[in-house]
């Protein structure tokens, strides 16, 4: 077993039993057979955290999901999430979050909730090479009303990967803790009127409605977009986890292939984002253009 194979079997021994009552590091090092000093070489390597840190992060964030259930005590989630006491759980929540889960529970502002990837995603993505396939895509036509895009500018990325190498990975747990959100949080491209000088038009995002007004971390800006009509591209499940870079590609194919103008659209990325919702095997891939009605709207 090579490193990576040892870091991604780990993650997903977490991913699966990090609620079971029994479950613990020791319980994790045995189901990789390593020990807890090479797990931890391993996760300082290509995680940069230790085996302990990520898997306090993963509780954390597991827990902040169960502050949102009203009926549950404090207490009960910190025992849930095997805290051993109402403090330890408290300081530790405060320590990753900047919020006391009392008051997280009371505000529900948007935190940095940690996002597991397994960590070979990271390498396919820095190795991908474009593939001419394709898949067939359902389209789906979505109202927006005027709204905000809560956003985080980077200056100079491209893509995903150097997106994510830029700016982190806290993107993606922070912008879906935002339980107003219309949809999960995506790459987006950025329309000329929000980009400034010197910055890139790649960004992270989503939408909220026009009302939201909670206070956000440094770096975060809001702007008001008008309402249009997203148009959500998505492909057909996949079962291989790891071909996420390949059924992206093939959905961004069928955007470039589609003809909007015969299905009665016209192209409106000029007053609103594109979003890349990336992929999961369970739903596809899934990418949505802002497009608005066509004047020759059912010709052909």
């Known amino acids: 077993m090579n490193d990576v194979n040892a870091v991604v079997l780990a993650q997903a021994y977490i991913k699966a039993h990090h609620m079971d009552v029994e479950f613990g590091i020791e319980r994790v090092c045995r189901a990789v057979g390593y020990s807890r000093r090479q797990l931890d070489r391993l996760f300082q390597k290509h995680m940069r955290m230790t085996l302990y840190a990520y898997i306090n992060a993963v ?3 597991e827990s902040a999901a169960k502050l949102l259930e009203m009926d549950r005590e404090v207490i009960d989630v910190a025992f849930d999430c095997h805290y051993q006491s109402h403090e330890g759980y408290t300081r530790s929540f405060a320590r990753r979050f900047c919020i006391t889960p009392k008051e997280y529970r009371r505000r529900k502002i948007a935190i940095p909730l940690f ?3 397994p960590v070979n995603h990271y390498y396919i993505l820095k190795g991908a090479q474009t593939m001419e396939t394709t898949a067939i895509c359902t389209v789906t036509p979505v109202t927006r009303p005027k709204r905000k895009l809560i956003y985080l500018p980077s200056h100079a990325a491209t893509g995903y990967f150097d997106y994510c190498e830029e700016m982190g ?3 993606e747990g922070l912008l879906n803790s935002i339980p107003e959100k219309f949809d999960a949080a995506a790459l987006i491209e950025l329309p000329d009127f929000l980009q400034t000088e010197g910055e890139s038009k790649i960004a992270s995002g989503v939408e909220a409605p026009l009302d939201y007004e909670k ?4 770096g975060y800006r809001v702007a008001e977009l008008p309402e249009c009509i997203m148009l959500y591209f998505q492909s057909e499940p996949y079962e291989n986890p790891d071909d996420f870079g390949i059924v992206i590609g093939q959905v961004l194919k069928a955007v470039e292939n589609y003809d909007f103008e015969r299905y009665g659209y016209r192209l409106a990325n000029q007053i609103a984002p594109t979003f890349n919702l990336g992929a999961d095997p369970k739903t596809g891939a899934r990418i949505a253009i802002p ?10």
């Not at 497009?291 to 052909?300: D, H, N, P, R, T």
């Open 59 to 61: 509780l954390l964030s």
């Open 215 to 218: 206070p956000l971390p440094d």
């Open 291 to 300: 497009v608005i009605k066509s004047l020759c709207e059912g010709a052909g």
């Open 115 to 117: 996002t597991q990837h």
């Open 169 to 171: 990975c806290e993107w």
